[in-house]
C-alpha cells in the first residue's frame, strides 16, 4: 500500500487507464498518463510536495481522491516556475479546500506574472453543484446557427427551451455557436430556469468584468483565458448566472469569489472555504435544528417547552463558549 508522496503520485500516474473520456476543451494542464510521466520533477518541485503535504491532505474534503490531486500538482508546478512560491501554495490551497483537482479537468493553476491564480473551469461548476445534494442534473451547451432550437420564457418547462444539436454534420456546416445555455433538474423533479447568454452578452461580462482580459490586451500578451478559451468562458459565464437562481451551497458561493477575486488579481486563499469552520458551522446548525425540533409540538418524540414574551416563539441570545473553542 503506497504511503507516502512519492509512492502515490507514482502510483496516481502510472495506474491503468479508467476509462474516462478524452481531454476536454477548457484542459489547460491535463495530459495523457504517458505525457505526465514523462515529465520529471525537479528537486525543487520534490521538495515543495514533501514540505507542504500535510496542509494539502489536511485540506482536501475526505470524498476527494488525494493521490489523483498530488499527481495534478507534481504535473503542474513546473509550469508555474516563474511563480512565487508562496503563490503557489495559496492557489493550491484554495483548489485543496475547495475540492477540486487541478487538472484542467474542474480547475486550472496558471501564472499571472509572477502569482499563480486558481481559475475554476465551468466543470468545476458544475461539479460542486452536484455536491450540494440539491441537483440531480446539470446540463450545458451552445446553439450553433444551422442547429433546431427555440427559447420561449413565458412557456411551462420544460417546453420553454428546446434545442436539437446536428452532431451528424461537419463543424463547418453547423455554424458559428450564437448562444450559450444552462439549466439543471432539481431533487423532487423540477426544473430551474433557463439561462441563455448570447455571444455579445459574453463579452459585455468578460470587458466589464475580467481585469485579466484588459490586462492581456493592454500588455499585448492575449494569454488569458478569455483570449485562449473563449467558449468554455462562455460556458462558465452561463453556469455562473445558473448558480446564482438555484438553490446553492456555501462552497458554491465560495468559488464564485474565488474566480471573482482571481480575475481581479487579488487574494483568493482568505475566501477559500476554511475546514475547521466549515465543521464548526455546521456542527452549529445542527445544534440549532436539534434546539427548534425540541420546542415544536408537531413534531413526533418533541416536547413543548415553555417560551418566553406573551407565547411568541424567540431565541435567546448565545452564551459565551467557556473553556476553548469546541472541536
Not at 500538482?73 to 508562496?86: I, Q
Request: proline share 7%.
Amino acid at each position: 500500500m503506497a504511503t507516502s508522496l512519492k509512492d502515490r503520485v507514482k502510483a496516481a500516474t502510472e495506474s491503468k487507464p479508467t476509462g474516462r473520456g478524452p481531454a476536454l476543451d477548457d484542459v489547460q494542464h491535463d495530459r495523457t498518463p504517458d505525457s505526465v510521466e514523462a515529465i520529471e520533477p525537479d528537486a525543487g518541485t520534490m521538495e515543495f510536495l514533501r514540505r507542504y503535504e500535510e496542509h494539502f491532505a489536511e485540506a482536501l474534503p475526505s470524498h476527494v481522491d488525494t493521490s489523483a490531486f498530488f499527481a495534478a500538482v507534481r504535473s503542474v508546478l513546473p509550469t508555474l516556475t516563474r511563480c512565487t512560491p508562496a503563490s503557489q501554495l495559496q492557489a493550491l490551497l484554495t483548489c485543496a479546500r475547495l475540492g477540486l483537482v487541478p487538472d484542467g479537468q474542474q480547475a486550472v493553476i496558471t501564472a499571472s506574472g509572477n502569482v499563480a491564480t486558481l481559475v475554476p473551469t465551468y466543470r468545476g461548476y458544475v461539479e460542486l453543484m452536484y455536491r450540494s445534494g440539491r441537483v440531480d442534473s446539470v446540463h450545458v451547451g451552445m446553439v450553433h446557427e444551422n442547429d433546431e432550437w427555440s427559447f420561449e420564457p413565458t412557456a411551462p418547462a420544460p417546453l420553454d427551451f428546446t434545442h436539437r444539436p446536428r452532431p451528424d454534420l461537419p463543424k463547418a456546416q453547423r455554424g458559428a455557436p450564437i448562444l450559450a445555455y444552462a439549466f439543471c433538474w432539481l431533487k423532487g423533479g423540477a426544473r430551474s430556469q433557463v439561462v441563455v447568454l448570447s455571444r455579445e452578452d459574453a463579452e459585455e461580462i468578460r470587458d466589464q468584468y475580467s481585469d485579466a482580459y484588459r490586462r492581456a490586451q493592454e500588455t499585448g500578451t492575449l494569454d488569458s483565458f478569455w483570449h485562449t478559451h473563449f467558449l468554455d468562458m462562455w460556458k462558465k459565464s452561463a453556469i455562473r448566472r445558473l448558480e446564482k437562481v438555484v438553490p446553492t451551497s456555501a462552497e458554491l458561493r465560495a468559488l464564485g469569489a474565488i474566480d471573482d477575486a482571481g480575475e481581479a488579481g487579488k487574494s483568493q486563499i482568505l475566501l477559500a472555504p476554511d475546514p475547521e469552520s466549515s465543521f464548526l458551522v455546521a456542527d452549529a446548525v445542527r445544534a440549532h435544528r436539534a434546539a427548534e425540533a425540541t420546542q415544536d409540538p408537531a413534531r413526533p418524540g418533541s416536547v413543548a417547552l415553555p417560551v418566553k414574551g406573551g407565547g411568541k416563539r424567540g431565541r435567546s441570545k448565545p452564551k459565551k463558549q467557556r473553556g476553548g473553542r469546541r472541536r
